[in-house]
């Protein structure tokens, strides 16, 4: 019996190193605290749970709180007392809530919190040694108690806290592209997580455990659906179903945002036209907006797409982005909502460099939009490539508020097969100086709305998550969904400090393990922009998937969709000349950087082909001619994945057996494919620079007609265990 019962604990015990580690568990993995003597020590410091609050938020940050105080410490506290009565008591709560905050000389320091923010701080209660979380809000305390376990995940010292943190932007979004058949748009992580079909009856545990892992981050709203949208959501069948969602992710500070498309007084409304300054479509978005507000009484508002590859919007009525957004933003206003217009248009029939059209488009309507609406501008002036310079509508507009939109997902970055941290995107673009007012006009400051006092501001992260065992179809791709909310929240924070957080409460926190994969994460995007795109490439991947090398793609639909339209390579060199002697794109830049971009000596090599068409032969700084420094370049990307994989597979003594090996697996492939970026670019675009391979490298392993063909399979498919 007694042996049965060891062969039993013995198999579970393999089976949980085996298969329990899916990567499900995220950042929130609340595994007891390895180092006996941190244990101990903490163990004193947490006695006792004085946690009186009831409401439902207050409850889930009680939930969570228990949860990971019986996980990381194994100490299954109550929460029934109303004030500290032992040492190392942790009080919980708003001075609304719990009376012994309220009698704590906090009043100045919460003052300073806001609507969102907390502290936590180490004080005494009637002699008695007390470490208090303090918010204005329930979701304050929600956001403080995260901050507290993750001091525990990350191995902080508990004793004389002093920490106060509030949110820098109000509105925290993911963007889901998410369709109502389950198909997530650009989604490479398994089918969207709302079962449309079960929803409104069935809850899906994952609902939950998806707000737990945004409110840990501070993220305050979800945009359920696709950008490209569908009429149906905004009918009341779909209406309810969004509504059990939202009634998930309210107890979690998150409110529910939809996208509406434009042309839904057609399609589900049954008038005759969406032209937005027509009555009878005015009052059909009042109404529908009246009784959206039914089934979501806290609705955050409407995330639109308009006259944008090929979504219908004003301008199908000869009306501009801010009639359209106006209509939206009154049918909300008098609910509190708010109207999300995005910025990313770019039209065919107009020859302008599409990186111009954005800015051509929106400039001009700067000062027409309601207080309500914030428009949404991507980060760059393209889409989303591995590199761009930031978008010269950041800065343009100063009487309008502008939102930021990262995209997490990684479309034209190896989406969820490459390994590439975005914390060192986000801050390159966030920090990037507009001088729109003059030095320190940050990105940041700009999607913050200090810069030009707006009262909404707002960033948006469109979303990596599916229905994926580990959510992000990689596991560390939960480090950019973590990034990104981290960022949202506090745009100073280091992309290393960030890095180094997650890794601790995803893996361990030991230092064999975090110093080499922190930085491993830190060089990750640059070694995708060096086998992909380096030096100011962009778009240059295959068609339509965006998976791939395409530089040879000539003959899609539009101009613009053609890799041949951005790099513009010929025997004369290569790069798009958006100079005052080209496109003249430059000029809607802010002085310093609109000079620093149009003269090539002066721009960084970074966005060197961006900018500027230069020669084969040209000089580089490394003293390197183009041709040869682009070849460097591209065959640098691949040997640092292969570093990376390298000091991978040393690691393997820190890391639970499936979660190595499927990392493992995914930076093996990695490294095909980014040989395969590499081979197929440099092959194409040496039928152009006539030059060679520099001695030394080597060399590819096919014929260019082999990349170039569709059917071209870089390595054999995933093992089951990652399909
Ligand atoms: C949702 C890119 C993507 C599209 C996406 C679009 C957008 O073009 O390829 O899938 O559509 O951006 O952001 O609207």
């Given at each position: 019996m007694k042996r049965n019962l060891l062969a039993l604990c013995l198999l579970l015990l393999i089976c949980s190193q085996t298969y329990g580690e899916s990567g499900y568990r995220l950042w929130l993995r609340y595994d007891k605290v390895k180092d006996p003597a941190l244990l101990e020590n903490y163990q004193r410091m947490v006695t006792q749970l004085v946690f009186p609050g009831k409401s439902a938020v207050l409850n889930a940050a009680k939930q969570e709180l228990k949860l990971g105080l019986k996980g990381l410490l194994g100490q299954d506290l109550n929460a029934a007392a109303v004030s500290p009565t032992l040492s190392g008591a942790l009080l919980v709560g708003t001075p609304a809530s719990a009376k012994a905050i309220a009698a704590l000389p906090l009043a100045s320091k919460l003052k300073a919190l806001g609507k969102e923010g907390f502290l936590i701080q180490s004080v005494q209660v009637k002699g008695k040694a007390t470490t208090v979380i303090a918010a204005n809000s329930d979701v304050g305390v929600l956001y403080g108690v995260f901050k507290y376990l993750q001091l525990l995940q990350t191995g902080k010292p508990l004793s004389n806290l002093n920490i106060s943190s509030a949110p820098k932007i109000q509105l925290r979004m993911l963007n889901h592209w998410d369709n109502l058949d389950r198909s997530v748009e650009r989604g490479y992580a398994g089918l969207s997580l709302w079962d449309w079909k079960t929803l409104p009856d069935v809850s899906n545990p994952r609902y939950r455990d998806y707000a737990r892992a945004n409110a840990s981050l501070g993220i305050n709203g979800t945009a359920l659906t696709n950008v490209n949208a569908n009429a149906k959501i905004l009918t009341k069948e779909y209406l309810v179903k969004a509504a059990a969602l939202a009634d998930v992710f309210r107890s979690y500070g998150i409110k529910v945002y939809l996208t509406a498309r434009f042309s839904a007084p057609i399609e589900v409304?049954?008038?005759?036209?969406?032209?937005?300054?027509d009555p009878a479509v005015r009052q059909w978005w009042k109404d529908k907006t009246t009784e959206l507000y039914k089934y979501i009484p806290d609705f955050g508002g409407f995330l639109v797409k308009a006259n944008s590859e090929g979504q219908p919007g004003p301008q199908n009525y000869g009306r501009n982005h801010a009639d359209g957004a106006n209509m939206l933003a009154d049918a909300v206003a008098p609910h509190g909502g708010i109207v999300m217009w995005r910025a990313f248009v770019y039209d065919n029939k107009v020859p302008e460099d599409r990186a111009k059209q954005a800015y051509s488009e929106f400039k001009p309507l700067?000062?027409?939009?309601?207080?309500n609406v914030i428009v949404q501008v991507k980060n760059g002036p393209i889409d989303f490539q591995p590199r761009e310079p930031f978008s010269p509508l950041f800065g343009a507009m100063p009487k309008t508020p502008q939102m930021m939109e990262f995209q997490i997902t990684m479309e034209y970055l190896g989406q969820s097969t490459h390994l590439s941290y975005l914390g060192t995107y986000f801050k390159e673009v966030l920090d990037a100086d507009t001088y729109s007012k003059g030095k320190g006009s940050t990105v940041a400051r700009i999607v913050d709305g200090s810069l030009d006092k707006h009262s909404i501001s707002a960033m948006a992260g469109v979303a990596n998550i599916g229905l994926d065992s580990n959510w992000c179809g990689n596991i560390f791709n939960q480090a950019n969904w973590y990034v990104y909310g981290r960022l949202a929240w506090d745009h100073d924070l280091q992309a290393e400090t960030i890095a180094d957080e997650w890794l601790k409460m995803t893996f361990t926190s030991d230092s064999g393990f975090v110093a080499p994969v922190t930085q491993m994460m830190m060089a990750s995007r640059e070694n995708v922009v060096n086998y992909m795109t380096p030096l100011g490439l962009h778009h240059i991947m295959s068609e339509g998937t965006h998976y791939g090398p395409g530089p040879w793609v000539n003959s899609a639909e539009r101009p613009d969709w053609n890799s041949t339209y951005y790099h513009r390579a010929d025997s004369a060199g290569i790069g798009f000349d958006r100079t005052s002697k080209g496109t003249n794109a430059v000029a809607q830049y802010a002085a310093p950087v609109r000079e620093m971009f149009e003269q090539v000596e002066k721009t960084p090599e970074a966005y060197l082909l961006w900018f500027h068409h230069l020669p084969w032969t040209y000089k580089m700084?490394?003293?390197?001619?183009l041709w040869n420094e682009l070849v460097d370049r591209y065959y640098f990307g691949v040997s640092a994945v292969q570093l990376t994989r390298h000091t991978w597979a040393g690691l393997e003594p820190h890391v639970d057996a499936q979660r190595f090996k499927a990392i493992t697996a995914l930076l093996e492939r990695q490294e095909q494919e980014a040989k395969w970026y590499r081979d197929g670019c440099v092959l194409y675009f040496q039928t152009f620079s006539k030059m060679p391979i520099p001695a030394g490298y080597e060399k590819p392993a096919h014929e260019l007609a082999a990349y170039m063909n569709p059917n071209f399979i870089p390595m054999p498919p995933l093992p089951a265990i990652l399909q």
């Open positions: 409304g049954g008038l005759k036209t969406a032209d937005p300054l700067d000062g027409t939009f309601r207080k700084k490394s003293g390197n001619t």
